[in-house]
């Protein structure tokens, strides 16, 4: 495992935050959680700064699918942006968001919180994009209340998902949850959650969040892995049992990974060890992903 | 809990059998079943009968969807299957799946084996229609041999079901799975629960069945309730954390059943305790249905 130090910084104040549900209108944890706050934005308002809510894709949503056209959380490159031939509805409802929680790279919102749950076993995990000392002090935070929490992060890649309008923009994922269901359990654990999130970062713009020092377990996504498919693109094979609902678990080279219908065990061929996430997410099966594979890292994260 | 005795019966010899998956494009169970079959159809085939396999919805299992313009498995009322002015996708496909297996209550098929799935905690469910002294004998081999299977069963409806088109048939329901995924474990489950239903026809066939003496608990449709909704149609509130995944557990009059999005709890107003099932099903939000209640009664199950 791999330790880093993550370097100090000094924060600004935090003027806005958007919180966003349904960007991909068949997760309904978002989407209900941003009506709830919709009818009472006195569950998400702080005294030094602007909580804006916003469902993400509407049209989605009413058809309890994904997207329309295309997913609108990979729509979100500047040069698709700005790009006005582009008129499927998701890439016109990305300029849409992006005229109101952007412009991307130069976004009044200081923070936004993407609400994602996933069919996976991830439990409460929160994916990062670039590390930046502010975010990853708030997940220390945030694992230090709750250890459950995973933190995920992306690195060096051009991002075009909705979180990256702003520097401090993550997402918070749940699962496992079907697809257009409503997990009770899950909608109050991420519920919680963004509360905790919000009263963190009411504690940073009064100067008094709390340090913490001890090391972050962190996962860096590295790859992804593919179905075994045939000729014609269909899978054949499906999910090892041995790792079915094992996401952030160790995934050794020789592990059995996949099972062919005809019952043969196909083993994992990496050279190093793996922790997978996103293990049999609905979603990835058009985008030929079985699960992506992540390295985990203790991370140091320097008190402010 | 209400005891009935079943009818003897005799019963002629099983011709033809059919397997059908994918009626609905998004239960991929069934789907990737009917793909192994149909490579091997020596899995399925048994010395005195034929079987056919068929993917019941293609178009949507191409789209990972539901359905394209309406449930397939709602499609089969005669007056719809007679009626030429119907020519949706699914109305034009049931007509089709119509040739091949009907006609409906002439069918050359005796038996239909439809393989669906589901997002409730369902385990192995066997859904008969009516009541018949063969399908409950099978029913009744099933649940001996497996005392997790379950048998559930509509009476006095006229049926716009695929398995309506013959008098034998019935689903195989499993569940929890989310829609678009493919569970190994399931999908294991759901084929050995199809060579047990196989090789039982093969020794009825044969006059060498076992005869069940011992009483089959059976669950009865009974009605649905929906999610409480707002004035625009939309849920305000959710499966009671205490009744999320308890299908066909008893709920008694003032159980909690709904917890609103502020944290009510919302009480079964029924008179007599019931068993739900399809609780939180995500083809159902849309039909209004939050879960399905059933009676629980003891059948004697006479020997053929």
Chains 1, 2 share one sequence.
Not at 30 to 45: A, R, T
Not at 296 to 302: A, G, M, P, S, W
Request: some cysteine; hydrophobic content about 40%.
């Amino acid at each position: 495992m791999e330790t880093k130090q993550a370097i100090s910084f000094c924060m600004n104040k935090i003027n806005y935050v958007a919180i966003v549900g349904g960007t991909h209108g068949n997760e309904f944890t978002g989407v209900y959680l941003i009506k709830k706050f919709e009818q009472d934005l006195n569950l998400v308002k702080r005294p030094s700064f602007e909580t804006l809510t916003l469902l993400g894709n509407p049209e989605a949503f009413k058809e309890s699918r994904r997207y329309i056209d295309q997913d609108l959380n990979r729509s979100f490159f500047s040069q698709d942006l700005q790009n006005s031939t582009l008129t499927g509805y998701e890439q016109v409802r990305a300029k849409v968001i992006e005229k109101m929680l952007g412009p991307k790279g130069k976004s009044q919102v200081d923070v936004i919180i993407d609400l994602h749950s996933t069919t996976a076993n991830m439990g409460l995990s929160i994916l990062l994009g670039e590390l930046h000392p502010f975010t990853l002090q708030l997940a220390a935070y945030l694992t230090s209340i709750n250890p459950e929490i995973k933190v995920c992060y992306t690195q060096g890649q051009k991002s075009n998902l909705l979180r990256s309008l702003c520097d401090f923009g993550f997402a918070i994922e749940v699962g496992p949850v079907p697809q257009a269901v409503l997990s009770t359990e899950l909608f109050q654990k991420t519920e919680e959650l963004v509360y905790a999130v919000l009263d963190y970062l009411e504690r940073s713009n009064q100067g008094i969040i709390e340090n913490i020092n001890s090391p972050l377990t962190v996962y860096r996504y590295a790859s992804v892995i593919d179905f075994p498919r045939n000729e014609h693109g269909e899978i054949k094979a499906m999910i090892h049992p041995q790792l079915e609902f094992q996401d952030y678990q160790a995934l050794h080279p020789g592990d059995p990974i996949f099972l062919t219908f005809d019952g043969k065990t196909i083993a994992f061929e990496g050279t190093s060890t793996v922790y997978p996430i996103f293990i049999n997410e609905a979603a990835y099966y058009e985008k030929g992903i079985a699960m992506c594979l992540t390295e985990k890292q203790q991370l140091e994260v320097i008190p402010t």
